[in-house]
């Protein structure tokens, strides 16, 4: 349950930034996370709705994006989605791919009032 | 009342990574090697451990942190060696971060350390996120767990530089294809270094023994 550190990460950073904006409620927060992070949407969803309560993020709305994985031919630098690890370069059949986008585990943007 | 956006793009885990940013810089002044080895729970890294304690400790100091959710048994098990050894006890979370491994600077003598082995919990999921200061994650698989396991866990292969295929003293027992385990690690990792090895036995430990040597004298004599 990787997933409650993660969450526990979150809120302290919202907590922080709060102030800073004049806030005293949050209604919405939105990540961006990569589809190599593992982690599990609903478990998300459920650990944010527990961790938040009695906290100025209760009830707030946790919004998703998930990012594909993205290679890098290190060969012929063609950029293209991984659907699978044992892909090649879908253009020169080069093995050796660099992971470029999908790691991202971060707060994009929160709203409150 | 009209909702105010505040644009962040933050990493979330950058608290940790602060931390573990400071443990670096501290092992690095006290010229300790530090290897965070994670596996899932009983591919043998205590039993791998204790042998490469015993192997490497006429020549190097060498300290042990235990992590588990429960039990003092790895580090019991440890302490018989010989070597410092501190038991963190996370109490539900499966993984170690970068905050736990500070806590225990008080319990080791570092000035007294050439090498830190952290023994992770075993989880082939969440230790790969969390950094902890480390200067270089080994991972096992044993070949009871089965050739698949790359495919499945790929972050942890990612994050590896050192992968280590345990109980390969098992291999006429057991259905399980080590050539797939070493082509599909190196296709998420092509940097990863593998070795076949029996942590109990003994098979194949004196490349990865050499691996570690060659590491903590770098560390020694950063020049």
């Keep these: 349950m990787h997933e409650l550190s993660i969450i526990e990460s979150i809120v302290d950073i919202v907590l922080e930034e709060m102030p800073k904006h004049n806030l005293t409620k949050v209604t919405k927060v939105s990540l961006r996370i990569g ?3 593992q982690v599990v949407p609903d478990a998300m969803q459920f650990g944010f709705e527990v961790v938040t ?3 100025p993020l209760e009830d707030a709305e946790l ?3 998930h990012i594909p994985i993205t290679g890098q031919c290190e060969k012929c630098k063609h950029e293209f989605l991984v659907k699978s690890w044992l892909d090649n370069c879908p253009r020169c059949e080069h093995p050796n791919i660099q992971i470029i986008a999908g790691k991202e585990l971060e707060i994009a943007e929160f709203e409150g009032t | 009342m009209i909702a105010i956006k505040v644009p962040l793009v933050k990493n979330i885990l950058e608290a ?3 931390i573990s940013d400071l443990n670096k810089k501290f092992f690095d002044e006290k010229n300790v090697l530090v290897v965070n080895i994670m596996s899932s729970p009983g591919a043998g890294k205590t039993t791998l451990i204790s042998n490469t304690i015993n192997a490497l400790k006429d020549e190097f100091k060498i300290g042990v942190i235990e992590g588990d959710i429960q039990s003092t048994y790895d580090a019991e098990k440890i302490a018989e060696t010989g070597a410092q050894v501190v038991q963190i006890n996370t109490g539900g979370a499966c993984h170690l971060d970068g905050n736990m491994i ?3 600077f008080d319990q080791l003598d570092f000035d007294n350390m050439d090498l830190l082995i952290v023994e992770n919990v075993g989880n082939l999921v969440c230790p790969a996120e969390f950094q902890m200061g480390e200067d270089f994650k080994a991972m096992l698989l044993s070949i009871p767990e089965g050739d698949d396991k790359p495919l499945k866990y790929p972050l942890m292969f990612h994050e590896s530089s050192v992968l280590l295929i345990n109980k390969i003293d098992l291999l006429p027992y057991i259905e399980c294809d080590v050539e ?3 082509r599909e690690s190196k296709k998420i990792n092509p940097e990863i270094e593998i070795f076949e090895v029996s942590g109990k036995v003994g098979t194949g430990l004196v490349r990865w023994l050499n691996l570690l040597k060659e590491k903590i004298r770098q560390k020694n004599d950063p020049k």
């Design chain 1, 35 to 37: 589809d190599m992070r």
């Design chain 1, 53 to 55: 309560k009695n906290t």
């Design chain 1, 63 to 65: 919004l998703i994006e």
């Design chain 2, 180 to 182: 797939k385990i070493k």
């Design chain 2, 102 to 104: 500070r806590d225990t």
């Design chain 2, 16 to 18: 940790n990574d602060k």
